[in-house]
């Protein structure tokens, strides 16, 4: 790895590692947001929802831009509003302020996720690629299971607020780094942004949310409810219509032709789904169940922190030399048996007996699983569509893991026990293994060659 690839992947995890932590941090600082400013697990759902649906909505329409107008100047100018609105949701007054906030944070982070990782496709190929994913992954990974540690710190030692305060340092330190990075294509001419598609894609996705997150204060029959949700259905539908049809789409239907991208996607579903429902329930039944406090709530993650850290590159190297498909299968099946294993948290919960052996599972199948799975989808198309690409996978995952969690209130009830936490782990558990069990049946195998350049992995159906 030169010195270039070097800043290049250290920039790409700075930009995402501050995305996927504060999808993460507000894990463990919700009970206290909600003591604060009322609410109750609606607004819980909102605060973690809001930030999920503008991210996942919008980050096609990121993923476009990077393309267009370039890797490095969209990411300088969402880490720019990423740091505005950070400071936005750590000074909300009321539970509507924040919601409101966290939906343009997600509206921020939707410009760093396919830009960091577009650097990435840009700068390595072949087996060096893999590894670089596998490094990334391994670290954004960590921000994501990390985050509730870090988040129980700050909400016990001085409060909920500061978990938004802090993106500040590694923003800036990143806006530092990339003025060195050197945009690694020129933008496209004559492109332009989708913006019917990105307005279908919002409405689409956030009227089926807004009737999943309040079905439980109104009730189906309501026409608080049914409406958005049949609005947001049909504008779905359009959304497709149009996606095949727009001269400029913000998701190419083109790309799902090609069969480890098509896979690789549908795949993420039930591996994403599993994973925001799984630690989103876990860290809010540790305290409001448990007893725990935040910052015995985020230790209770550092097993799997642990595990990513170890063997996330290990298992994004073998991908590349081996093919993504076997640890596609193996990975879910490994986190899903973790997740049921956390069934046995009944109080008074013992964490030696009741948590260690489930989250380390749990750990160790995401990191069989995901630089693979990032590898497969990413590996299979044109590098030139890197940014779109890496977009729709980001927006895959998003979007599972924020339908998931507006079910919180169907599976698990108005109020969190442990009836209703146990039936969210083999809701869990089932949906992991559905992602196994997709990749074994689905996926098909291309081994990178350090003299292969990435277009050619993209030839396998």
């Not at 599993?274 to 809010?284: E, I, M, S, V």
């Not at 193996?330 to 052996?357: E, I, N, Q, R």
Request: aromatic share 10%.
């Amino acid at each position: 790895m030169t010195s270039s690839q070097r800043r290049i992947l250290i920039v790409a995890i700075l930009s995402s590692f501050v995305a996927f932590l504060d999808g993460s941090i507000i894990n463990v600082a919700l009970p206290a947001i909600s003591r604060e400013l009322g609410g109750g697990l609606a607004l819980q759902q909102w605060v973690v929802d809001g930030y999920l649906l503008s991210l996942g909505a919008l980050i096609l329409v990121a993923g476009s831009l990077s393309d267009t107008f370039g890797r490095v100047r969209v990411l300088r100018v969402g880490l720019i509003l990423f740091g505005l609105t950070s400071l936005a949701c750590g000074f909300a007054p009321t539970g509507v302020f924040l919601v409101v906030a966290r939906l343009l944070q997600g509206v921020a982070a939707a410009l760093l996720v396919p830009s960091s990782l577009a650097l990435i496709t840009a700068n390595f190929t072949g087996v060096p690629q893999g590894k670089a994913i596998g490094i990334w992954t391994g670290w954004t990974g960590v921000a994501g299971i990390a985050g509730p540690l870090l988040g129980g710190l700050l909400v016990d030692s001085y409060s909920w607020r500061l978990v938004f305060f802090i993106n500040v340092i590694p923003i800036a330190l990143t806006l530092v780094l990339l003025r060195r990075v050197a945009e690694p294509s020129r933008p496209a001419d004559g492109a332009r942004v989708d913006v019917i598609g990105a307005v279908l894609a919002v409405v689409g996705l956030g009227g089926p949310v807004f009737a999943l997150i309040e079905q439980g204060r109104f009730g189906w029959g309501s026409p608080v409810v049914f409406l958005p949700l049949t609005i947001g259905l049909v504008a779905f539908a359009a959304f497709i219509w149009w996606e095949a049809r727009a001269p400029h789409p913000m998701m190419p239907l083109g790309l799902f032709r090609v069969r480890n991208f098509a896979v690789g996607n549908l795949a993420t579903v039930g591996i994403y789904a599993a994973l925001n429902l799984g630690f989103f329930l876990f860290a809010l039944y540790l305290q409001e169940v448990g007893g725990f406090s935040a910052t015995l709530a985020g230790l209770a993650g550092i097993p799997a922190t642990v595990m990513m850290l170890l063997f996330a590159t290990l298992f994004g190297t073998l991908a590349g030399k081996y093919g993504p498909r076997l640890f596609m299968t193996v990975g879910p099946f490994v986190a899903g048996s973790g997740f049921l294993l956390l069934l046995t948290a009944v109080p008074p919960v013992d964490f030696w007996l009741h948590v260690l052996p489930g989250i380390v599972l749990v750990g160790l199948g995401l990191s069989i699983t995901v630089a693979p799975l990032t590898s497969a989808v990413l590996g299979s198309i044109h590098p030139g569509q890197a940014g779109i690409g890496s977009a729709i996978n980001n927006a895959v995952a998003r979007v599972a893991g924020l339908v998931a969690i507006a079910m919180t209130g169907t599976i698990v009830g108005s109020a969190l026990d442990v009836a209703g936490y146990q039936r969210a782990m083999v809701v869990v558990a089932a949906l992991m293994f559905a992602g196994g069990i997709i990749s074994w049946l689905g996926i098909r195998t291309v081994v990178a060659r350090p003299d292969v350049a990435a277009p050619a992995l993209g030839e396998a159906v």
